[in-house]
Each structure stands twice: as structure tokens, then as C-alpha cells.
T-cell receptor
């Protein structure tokens, strides 16, 4: 039973446009959320996180939005760049040392 | 500063064989983790070690054992490999067990069990 779901396996956007990656979760005990980015043949790298006490966190071109009532979060990348092409994993944590990952969304940014 | 290193990068086993996946970090991190990644499943936690000398089960521990050899090294052992253990295995480490602390991942080990 996947508690964190990324329903879009892939997303393709034009360079310079906005990329929006979505993530839904089912467990109301999740109170900390993260996005990781993964290039081929490498491990995931941390991108941005948000605590459940916030509804938005911004870091440069990356913004994460959290809608607790809908159990939904999204990652916005503006503007998108070809180097952003990677697999993006959403993760949620209900407690320390417990992190549940979504299946990932492959983002392709076309020049 | 190599970060998190894993050996081997690739491995093919026959059903019933055993092997140990090695992980080391040079960032003086306290906590270390083993995950597996399967298609359509995301990463799932197998075991973790919150500090040297302690280990705990994660979401999918069956069929695996771990050893926290010292602060730097955390190994994952498959005693009798099964085809269901075909996966990509990632090791990660983190400085403390604080919620905001980032996990740093190794490059992964791709394991195939025939």
C-alpha cells in the first residue's frame, strides 16, 4: 500500500516554462515532506523540504507547496532548464528515521 | 571528500548465494540507512542505524541483515539471495537524527538475482 503517490510517471516541458510535479499522500501522520532529484547512475540528492506547519517553501527556482487538507504537495520549477531533466522523488516522513518515497516522476526539459 | 561510497556497483548472483553490500561515508555522520528501489515503487527503507552500535528494521527488512562496523561503515548482507531481491540498493547517511537533516545517498548497487 503506497502511502506516497506520484501519479505522473513522466512530464515534458519547454525550457523557460514552469514545471509542476505533483505528489499525494494518504497518511495524516506525515508531518515533514521532501523532494529529491536523481540523475541516471547516481544516488538521489536533496532538493527542498517543507514542514507541515508551513504551506510554502521557496529556494531559488524551486518552490514546494503543501495543501494539508487535500494531502497534496507540489514542486514548481521556474524557469525550467535542460539541466533540471531528472527523476524527481517526493518523500514524506511521519517520524524520525522513517521516510516514505513516491515512485518518481521523470522530468524532461526540452531546449 | 568522497561522500557516501558503495561497493560493488553491479552484481549478479544465483538464487541461494550470499553476498555483502558495502557502504562507507567520510562525513562523520551518525545515522546510516539502506534502501532498495524497485520500478514503480520508489525507495523503501530496509534497515537503518541511528548511531554506531545500533541497528533497526525499516519497512522491508525480511531477507536482509546489517552490521554497523564502525561510525563510517554500514554493510547489508543477503544470506540466501532470491529473485525478489533483484533491485537497486542505495546507502545513505545523515549527520544527526534530526528531522530537518538531509540524507546523502551513495551511487547505488544494481543487484540481479537469477
Amino acid at each position: 500500500d503506497q502511502q506516497v503517490k506520484q501519479n505522473s510517471p513522466s512530464l515534458s516541458v519547454q525550457e523557460g516554462r514552469i514545471s509542476i510535479l505533483n505528489c499525494d499522500y494518504t497518511n495524516s501522520m506525515f508531518d515533514y515532506f521532501l523532494w529529491y532529484k536523481k540523475y541516471p547512475a547516481e544516488g538521489p540528492t536533496f532538493l527542498i523540504s517543507i514542514s507541515s506547519i508551513k504551506d510554502k517553501n521557496e529556494d531559488g527556482r524551486f518552490t514546494v507547496f503543501l495543501n494539508k487538507s487535500a494531502k497534496h504537495l507540489s514542486l514548481h520549477i521556474v524557469p525550467s532548464q535542460p539541466g533540471d531533466s531528472a527523476v524527481y522523488f517526493c518523500a514524506a516522513s511521519p517520524a524520525d528515521n522513517d521516510m516514505r518515497f513516491g515512485a518518481g516522476t521523470r522530468l524532461t526539459v526540452k531546449p | 571528500n568522497a561522500g557516501v561510497t558503495q561497493t560493488p556497483k553491479f552484481q549478479v548472483l544465483k538464487t541461494g548465494q550470499s553476498m555483502t553490500l558495502q557502504c562507507a561515508q567520510d562525513m562523520n555522520h551518525n545515522s546510516m540507512y539502506w534502501y532498495r528501489q524497485d520500478p514503480g515503487m520508489g525507495l523503501r527503507l530496509i534497515y537503518y542505524s541511528a548511531s554506531e552500535g545500533t541497528t533497526d528494521k525499516g519497512e522491508v527488512p525480511n531477507g536482509y541483515n546489517v552490521s554497523r562496523l564502525n561510525k563510517r561503515e554500514f554493510s547489508l548482507r543477503l544470506e540466501s539471495a532470491a529473485p525478489s531481491q533483484t533491485s537497486v540498493y542505495f546507502c545513505a547517511s545523515r549527520t544527526t537524527s534530526g528531522r530537518a537533516d538531509t540524507q546523502y545517498f551513495g551511487p547505488g548497487t544494481r543487484l540481479t538475482v537469477l
